[in-house]
């Protein structure tokens, strides 16, 4: 049986590769996308204090360490009693609107638009943020690292650190917002929402003006029929610090919708031996291995499922991108992968809009923003949605408050099973027999993963008390010896 390996996959936070198996005629048998790294911060963060937890985890990504630092702040307050003054919360909130939009600017102009500005197609040399300026422009390009910027330093002059925060604390935040600092970040603020509606506009002028584009998102094979999981607020809208996780099905019927603390009813974990990631799956369906279907019990947890389970957006520009969005794609919820890129967009929209909500809220310069706990609990839970799925963090301590236990599921863990399914059903939709593996067919390959944006250092997380490795040995540019232990 004939192989092709894509070793390493590009454009994503992490490492991993896709192994493509080829039965006698050419087609594709069979396809994994494996991750070799190894996290292991369940375990050793048992036995540390547990105030310190969410200053550890950040060093789990660079980037996305503000979702650590926020889910692991929430869990250690529920530790500690679960009190938090509402000053806290504004600030954490406020601070999470910015890390979005830098976050999404990353992914939307670095990682997903050299597909699309440049084409799939095209010399993989120039398939990169350079080659996106070269076809944009200097002047675009200089708007993007600027805006990047803004929303760093609006989560320096919040927190204090540009990365790795120390920020959250039990019971709130280590220093609050003075009124110079406030002015500092009011004109940024304003330029991240007009530069958010300039992203939609680009959006829609590159990508919904070329036919064959929108094609390929709507007829293409980026689709599956699995469910879809976010965090919404009490008026079911997307919530990104705070509130309930909802599961819809892809027909749009909820599922479920439940509290942080009841996450271990719904959602369980599956281990397979070739892969480091586990596969989250809807516990109460129970594992029913990778299928498609109304009965599946696999779902997305990303910007597109956040906004399929939504109702409405939660501020008035991004509810207008939000139903405009549908509308161009044909059905709500929607199942076409591809259109992540566009709900990314839609998404910075309401980071942007709730930015400027709190920049004009006059009780954000107060003076409380910490209630110093008085009891320890022993255990607390705490959701995020991270940019890329919903974040869960769950500790124990004892009586000392040392951590006892903690459990993460990370936002790419939760799709770990739609990117191993749709990796496939892509290589066998463009792979056919008697037809030669080019290099575009294979980014057109990648392109399944690169719409969940998957951060693998965030998610690796099984540690089955053996370290699986492969050592490929080349000589003369070929393999003279491949070496295998513990690969089952």
């Known amino acids: 049986m004939r192989s092709i390996r894509i070793d390493p996959i590009t454009r994503l936070e992490g490492h991993g590769k896709i192994e493509i198996f080829l039965d006698d005629d050419g087609g594709v048998s069979d396809c994994y996308f494996q991750i070799p790294e190894l996290r292991g911060f369940e375990r050793f963060v048992v036995g540390r204090p547990i105030e310190e937890l969410p200053r550890i985890v950040t060093r789990i990504c660079g980037v996305c360490p503000a ?13 500690f009693g679960g009190e938090l003054p509402p000053l806290a919360r504004k600030l954490r909130e406020m601070y999470y609107q910015a890390h979005y939009i830098h976050s999404h600017i990353a992914h939307f102009y670095a990682l997903a638009a050299p597909d699309f500005v440049c084409g799939p197609d095209c010399d993989p040399a120039t398939r ?10 200097l002047e675009i390009g200089g708007q993007v690292i600027k805006a990047r910027a803004m929303a760093q330093d609006i989560q320096t002059i919040l927190g204090g650190r ?11 935040v280590s220093k609050g917002l003075t009124k110079e600092e406030l002015e500092r970040i ?19 002028d590159v990508v919904l003006a070329n036919p064959a584009y929108v094609d390929l998102i709507l007829n293409g094979p980026y689709t599956l029929d699995v469910h879809n999981m976010g965090l919404v607020d009490e008026n079911n809208a997307p919530n990104f610090y705070d509130g309930k996780v909802r599961v819809v099905d892809y027909e749009g019927n909820e599922i479920c919708k439940y509290a942080p603390e ?3 009813h719904h959602v369980a974990e599956h281990v397979e031996p070739w892969t480091y990631l586990k596969f989250p799956y809807l516990k109460q369906r129970g594992w029913k ?4 279907g109304i009965d599946t019990s696999l ?13 409405r957006m939660a501020t008035p520009r991004a509810q207008e991108a939000f139903e405009e969005m549908f509308q161009v794609l044909g059905a709500k919820p929607c199942r076409a992968l591809l259109a992540q890129h566009w709900a990314r967009l839609v998404e910075m929209v309401q980071n942007a809009e709730t930015l400027k909500g709190f920049v004009e809220d006059p009780e954000i310069t107060g003076p409380g923003y910490r209630v110093v706990p008085q009891r320890i609990t022993g255990e607390g839970v705490g959701i995020v949605e991270a940019m890329r799925g919903t974040l869960t963090h769950h500790y124990t301590c004892d009586e000392k408050g040392i951590c006892t236990s903690a459990n993460l599921i990370v936002g790419t863990t939760n799709n770990n099973a739609p990117i191993q399914m749709v990796t496939k059903k892509v290589a066998q939709a463009l792979i056919r027999p008697g037809q030669e593996v080019t290099e575009p067919v294979l980014n057109m390959v990648e392109m399944a993963f690169r719409a969940f944006d998957p951060c693998y250092s965030c998610a690796t997380h099984t540690l089955p008390g053996q370290m699986p490795l492969e050592a490929v040995v080349h000589q003369g540019g070929r393999v003279v010896k491949t070496l295998r232990k513990n690969l089952g």
């Open 262 to 264: 009841e996450y271990h």
């Open 299 to 311: 779902y997305c947890a990303t910007p597109l499922a956040r906004l399929n389970v939504a109702d």
């Open 128 to 137: 990169n943020i350079l080659g996106v300026v070269q076809k944009v422009g």
């Open 67 to 79: 979702s650590h630092h926020m889910a692991s702040a929430k869990a250690v307050d529920g530790c």
């Open 162 to 172: 540009s990365t790795h925060v120390v920020w959250c604390i039990p019971g709130g």
């Open 186 to 204: 009011r004109p940024m603020a304003d330029q991240l929402y007009d530069f958010t509606l300039f992203s939609l506009k680009l959006f829609k």
């Open 289 to 292: 291995g990778f299928v498609e």
